[in-house]
Each structure stands twice: as C-alpha cells, then as structure tokens.
C-alpha cells in the first residue's frame, strides 16, 4: 500500500461513513467489503442476495446486506424516484422496476442520505454507473460539468508530488471544449488539494509547447489555459506544454524558460478523453503505478465508477477515496 493510500485510510477512518457497494454479486465487492470494515475505513452496506452471499464463505459480519429485489424500502424509493423524473415521462410502474436494480437502489439511498457515497462499475459500465447517478442526484451547484480524474503513484519518482499525480480527464468527457477543459482544470486542482493535501500546480497538456506547434486542437488547449487563469487567478496553472516541459524540471527550463511552473506539475489536464486514458493506463502497466480511479467530480454527491478489470484491492481504496470525498463535501 503506497503512502498516499495509508494517509487516505487513515483519514477515512477519523470520521467513519457510509459507502454502498452494489455489485454484491461480484465476489470482488465481498472481499473488499470484509477489507474496509476489518480495516475501520467506513461503514458498509452491500446490494446483493443474503444466502448467495453467504454461499461464498465470506465472513459477512459487520456489513450490512439488502437484497434491492426485495427491500422494505422499494416502495418509498420508486415514489420518490417517480417524483424526481416523472417530468421526463417516467412512470410509477417502471420506477418500481428502477429501484430493484442495484445501481438506481445504491443511488437513490446515497440521494436520502442512507448512505454517504457510492461505488461501482467492476461489474456494471461506467455510462450505467453514470447515468443513473446523473438523473438523480444530479451536479453540484456552480459546477457546469461532471469529469473524472484517476490518482497516479508512482514508484520511486522525483515528480510531481512525491510521484503522486492526477490525471484528468482519463474516463468520463470524450470531447472536452475549451471551457470544458478549464472546469475540468479547476475541479482537478481542488480534488489534488483534497485529496493529496498538497498545493496543485496544474499543467494543460498538448503536444506542443508555448507556441512550439500550431494547430486548431493546440489553440483549444491555449484557450482553456487563459479561461482557468480568469476563473481562478489564484491558482498556479500553465500551458501549453509537453508531457516532459511540464513535470521534468530541466526540460521544463528549457522548453519554456518564461513559465514560473514548468517542470512542476501534479495535476496533468489531457487534451481529450483518448489520450488522457492512454496515459494513465501507460503509467499503471510500464511505470508500475498505482492507480485509482476513475474518481468521479462534479456530482453533488460523491459516486465513484471503478474499472471492470478492478481488484478487491482496487475497490477498497476507491472506497476509501469516496469516504474522505464524503467528509470534505460536508
């Protein structure tokens, strides 16, 4: 476990919430369950059949387990999920059929607050994970759109923060505008100094480097540089750079010798959502990273999407993740 997971535990277990795990069917959810609440990370309900459950031989004491094909409470959240989107053509009937699957269930207890966050998508994709979480609990006010980050440790590294990064946008927003990438900047920034306890020093990533290139995809990134700077003139922010310009500090002095934060970022904001996902997954698999993620920003309240290749590992740090998200949006 990397020092950044230790501390993030450690942080989550101060102030103990309440995660929904859905995907109890999934024997990876049950072994990271049994993980966080053996570890003191936070409280636990898994979705999931009792006796299939207990099928597996895993000790369930301590999480709390609801079947969302037969829960007391179905009925109470198909009312309120009807209310929610009976103005987009929902009916009473086919919400009651909504709360019996594990991620509208999961969803609707986190929006009446039976639970804190939520996790998934080791089974389910990241667009069902998301689209049910969108519908109902919606952004959080100011926000203008929803993206997703992963966190990077890197082994042994001289960057960034102690070879801790952020990597955004690597899952969510396929296409990002100009104004997308400065909120996706901004967001980013604010989820490193929550989560890494660390100054952001964020970079907007092209393949170019102050003017070394040109192009219409190169001006977009220039553009959102300058929207970032009159959002949030506060924030330590540059672009646009080159991968190496940006978190190698001599390459940095000379690619862009007038920038006052080249060569020290922590917070890479990717061009597009292609290679924002191939530069993590390089980093994880050559670079031996850790990586967790995708963490979701922007919602109103914290659900996290997990890749389906995710390990229990994988699951209870992004649990942990999302308890220490639920701490700070309180």
């Known amino acids: 476990m990397s020092n950044f997971l230790e501390q ?78 009976k103005a987009k053509g929902l009916t009473l009937e086919d919400a009651q059929k909504m709360v019996q699957n594990e991620l509208y269930h999961g969803v609707m207890m986190v929006y009446l607050d039976e639970a804190d966050g939520m996790v998934a998508g080791a089974v389910n994709s990241t667009s069902d994970v998301l689209r049910c979480s ?9 926000i203008a759109i929803v993206s997703a980050f992963f966190v990077i440790v890197v082994p042994d590294c001289e960057y960034g923060h102690d070879g801790t990064f952020i990597f955004a946008d690597s899952a969510l927003v396929q296409h990002p505008s100009a ?13 490193f100094e929550s989560l890494v ?25 220039v553009e959102a540089t300058q929207l970032v700077r009159e ?32 060569g020290q970022a922590n917070v890479l904001v990717f061009p597009d959502l292609d290679s924002g996902n191939i530069g993590y997954k390089l980093a994880q698999r050559l670079g031996k990273a850790e990586a967790y993620g995708p963490i979701t ?27 220490v998200q639920c701490q700070a949006r309180k």
């Open 8 to 85: 993030i535990c450690a942080r989550a277990a101060a102030d103990i919430q309440h995660i929904v795990l859905p995907e109890g069917g999934d024997r990876r959810t049950l072994d990271a369950a049994r993980a966080v609440v053996d570890g003191n990370i936070a409280k636990v309900t898994v979705l999931a059949n009792l006796d299939e459950a207990a099928a597996t031989g895993i000790d369930l004491s301590g999480i709390n387990i609801v079947d969302p094909t037969s829960s007391p409470n179905n009925e109470r959240y198909a009312e309120k999920l009807f209310e929610l989107r």
């Open 134 to 142: 969108l519908q109902i609990l919606k952004t959080a006010p100011g």
């Open 179 to 191: 104004d997308d990438l400065s909120e996706i900047a901004i967001a980013s920034a604010g989820s």
């Open 197 to 221: 306890q660390a100054t952001p020093i964020v970079a907007m990533l092209s393949h170019s480097t102050m003017g070394s290139a040109k192009s219409p995809s190169i001006d977009r990134v």
């Open 231 to 262: 959002k949030a003139p506060n924030l330590a922010v540059d672009g646009e750079m080159q991968l190496d310009a940006a978190i190698v500090p001599s390459v940095g002095k000379s690619k862009a010798p007038n920038s006052e934060f080249a």
């Open 297 to 323: 920003q922007g919602l109103s309240k914290p659900v996290n999407d997990l890749s389906r290749g995710a390990t229990a590992d994988d699951i209870v740090g992004v649990t942990a993740i999302t308890a």
